[in-house]
């Protein structure tokens, strides 16, 4: 069974930084693109960013230039930068990973953004 986990999500200020986690584990024997996604309240999940295996990114049009999206293949670990926050910013981030070819999802997050 393969479990996703996400660490790293707080409080912080507008303006500030945090970094989130996502490390993989299980029986695993294929990953292929892994990805954050976010979901505010009253609202629907989004993606947010994305990675391929071969480092290939995509982001969502409102936090690039501010959220940087890498991954750590011989840890299957995932990370997710995020600058410059915003209150809008404000989610449960969730972790997505195409492990084994099924797409598994952690427990999430909760980022809040607010002075």
């Known amino acids: 069974q393969v479990q996703l986990v996400e660490s790293g999500g707080g409080l912080v200020q507008p303006g500030g930084s945090l970094r989130l986690s996502c490390a993989a584990s299980?029986?695993?024997?294929?990953?292929?693109?892994m990805g954050w996604y976010r979901q505010a309240p009253g609202k629907e999940r989004e993606l947010v960013a994305s990675i391929r295996r071969d480092g290939f990114t995509n982001y969502a049009d409102s936090v690039k230039g501010r959220f940087t999206i890498s991954r750590d293949n011989a840890k299957i670990t995932v990370y997710l930068q995020m600058n410059s926050l915003k209150p809008e910013d404000t989610a449960v981030y969730y972790c997505?990973?195409?492990?084994?070819?099924?797409?598994?999802w952690g427990q999430g997050t909760v980022v809040t953004v607010s002075s």
């Open positions: 299980g029986n695993i024997f294929s990953i292929d693109v």
């Open positions: 997505n990973g195409v492990i084994n070819y099924i797409s598994s």
